[in-house]
């Protein structure tokens, strides 16, 4: 019998039905388990969270909110950039890498989606942009085995095939199509041209460039009008750190924001917000093949960078965020967002939603004047240098047009060796010099037409 006494000093027992404790729900018990020893998942609080890829968020959500909270990062940049809009035609760089393989399958998946409203509108006011693939095949440059690269093209024919309709055109092009097609000697002079270049870093970063010729031809010749590339978080803190080494802080803005319309064809990058640990993530859970070729040893400035930030990242998963946050503080560039929208046919709506998101930066710096070989902006040293060199050769003239980087990693000392290189160039690029020098030349009228006389001055 039990004691009713509070202060009861005896050691007896309450009855059994006192002292048995309230059962849990055995699904809450679970939960509650889990959630103490860190396997739950923050979100929705009910799934096993996944781990082990190594990301910042590692162990934090489960399959599916990590899948729905990556796909958001990337439809935010979408969105609130105006990257993409209803009318435009999308151009996917692919690689066959898990960036651009994840870039490809959710511009695949918007669309789809957007083909799926667009069939269940009434008015059909609102159409579906489209979407190409380009794979550019550097093997005339690149030591890749014949075989192996045959076996690429098959790979990426066939990913992009299985992909669900609207059917998506694939453009398998060869570096060496930066050159005219009236040109027959086009791989022969590209790689005179590479062989040029004896540092391996600056022979890196030119096929960086001719690649991104390679691309905007396409592009531009099938009608694209926005070029979406898979630069991921992890690549752009890499790139901070290389081009800061390599002295290109001035232009280094330029390459980092969501949005670079200095090109013919804007070029986006919708995974900017994502990590690489994430994007390998999630190719294993939604087994999204992807293709890695090899290229053989390389020693560069960018290897090294990309090495020491992979190791920081491993000490702390933050650094490549605070890296490219840090940055992000640098100013942007005026083509560092999407034109605004002019053409009348284009839909009301459309034109009012990339109103409503374009970028409209009050502290942006206006650059005009960039470099021939890189395209990278230049500072207003390197556009006086620029300005002070007109006698001389025209291998000479584009030299001095060219950025400090390109000068000191690319471009021949030499002046024989120079003439030689610049013989080589496609007609693009030169084409970028002689544009540069009319602009220059305009520019000084400009800044001197106070100055001058007129006709009516001089009677």
């Known amino acids: 019998m039990a004691c009713n006494g509070s202060g009861c000093q005896s050691g007896c027992y309450k009855e059994e039905e006192e002292e048995e404790p309230k059962l849990e729900n055995p699904e809450v018990a679970t939960k509650t ?5 860190g396997n739950i998942c923050v979100k929705c609080k009910l799934n096993e969270s996944v781990s082990g890829y190594g990301g910042i968020d590692d162990g934090r959500f489960c399959a599916d909110c990590f899948k729905s909270n990556l796909f958001g990062k990337f439809r935010y940049a979408v969105t609130s950039n105006a990257m993409i809009s209803p009318t435009d035609k999308v151009l996917v760089a692919f690689s066959g890498g898990p960036s651009s393989r994840v870039a490809l399958q959710y511009v695949h998946d918007i669309q789809e989606r957007a083909q799926k409203n667009f069939d269940a509108s009434r008015d059909r006011s609102l159409p579906v942009f489209g979407v190409g693939v380009v794979f550019i095949d550097e093997s005339a440059v690149v030591p890749i085995p014949s075989a192996e690269m045959d076996e690429a093209v098959g790979f ?32 022969e002079r590209l790689i005179k041209i590479v062989n040029a270049v004896r540092d391996p870093t600056g022979r890196e970063d030119l096929l960086v460039n001719i690649r991104m010729l390679a691309l905007q ?13 898979g630069s991921c978080i992890s690549r752009i803190a890499s790139h901070v750190i290389s081009a800061t080494v390599k002295g290109q802080g001035y232009s280094l803005p330029a390459d980092i924001q969501y949005v670079d319309a200095r090109w013919e064809v804007p070029v986006v990058l919708p995974l900017r917000d994502c990590f690489a640990q994430e994007i390998n993530m999630l190719c294993s859970l939604d087994g999204l093949k992807t293709l890695k070729l090899s290229t053989g040893p390389s020693s560069t400035i960018n290897d090294l960078v990309s090495s020491f930030v992979a190791l920081l990242q491993e000490e702390n998963p933050s650094r490549e965020s605070t ?18 929208i002019t053409d009348g046919n284009v839909p009301l709506a459309t034109r009012r939603r990339q109103k409503r998101y374009n970028l409209k930066s009050n502290e942006s710096v206006s650059s005009e004047s960039f470099c021939p070989l890189c395209y990278s902006p230049l500072d207003k040293s390197e556009i006086a240098n620029q300005s002070n060199q007109d006698k001389g050769s025209t291998s000479e003239i584009f030299y001095a ?30 084409s970028r010099s002689e544009e ?10 400009e800044q001197i037409q106070d100055c001058l006389l007129s006709d009516e001055d001089e009677t």
């Open 401 to 430: 047009a060219c950025c400090s980087s390109c000068q000191y990693q690319i471009l021949p000392r030499d002046s024989t060796s120079m003439e030689q290189f610049y013989m080589n160039l496609p007609q693009s690029i030169i």
């Open 323 to 340: 890296i490219v946050r840090t940055a992000g503080k640098l100013f942007s560039f005026q083509f560092n967002k999407i034109p605004e």
């Open 217 to 229: 031809k396409v592009a531009s010749e099938f009608g694209y009008n926005r070029l979406v590339l």
């Open 156 to 187: 990426i024919t066939s990913v992009v095939s299985s992909l669900a309709p609207p059917k998506k055109e694939l453009h398998v092009v060869p570096i060496e199509t930066i050159y005219s097609s009236d040109c027959s000697d086009g791989k």
């Open 436 to 445: 540069a020098k009319n602009y220059n030349l305009s520019l000084i009228r």
């Open 33 to 37: 388990d889990s959630a103490s020893n």
